[in-house]
Nanobody, 122 residues
Framework: QVQLVESGGGLVQAGYSLRLSCAAS????????MGWFRQAPGKEREFVAV????????VYADSVKGRFTISRDNAKNTLYLQMISLKAEDTAVYYC???????????????WGQGTQVTVSS
């Protein structure tokens, strides 16, 4: 399994932007599909975005489409989530996840980070 550490969360006002990062350990980062999920208080964890191992294919949840961008830098073993036009309903703990290449399709991942809090004030 790969070790994942998220960073970049914080408190921002609605309409502002944040960029989350997820640093991965190991030499096989480029072979993993990577995803972002989030969990708001009192709610189940939900899918946000996924990127394939190469970085040229992405899928987004409808709620973030057009506002969030997932990307990866395989040379730096890092996954990103650029978030713009943040809304109060984006408030949640954000988790990055790694899995085998077909995780891109079925959204099942086997390695998870500890999460980073994003709070958007309205």
């Amino acid at each position: 399994q790969v070790q994942l550490v998220e960073s970049g969360g914080g408190l921002v006002q609605a309409g502002y932007s944040l960029r989350l990062s997820c640093a991965a350990s190991g030499r096989t980062f480029s072979s993993y599909a990577m995803g972002w999920f989030r969990q708001a208080p009192g709610k189940e964890r939900e899918f946000v975005a996924v990127v394939n191992w190469y970085g040229d294919m992405t899928v987004y949840a409808d709620s973030v489409k057009g506002r969030f961008t997932i990307s990866r830098d395989n040379a730096k073993n890092t996954l990103y989530l650029q978030m713009i036009s943040l809304k109060a309903e984006d408030t949640a703990v954000y988790y990055c996840a790694a899995g085998p290449p077909d995780s891109y399709y079925h959204r099942q991942f086997d390695s998870w980070g500890q999460g980073t809090q994003v709070t958007v004030s309205s």
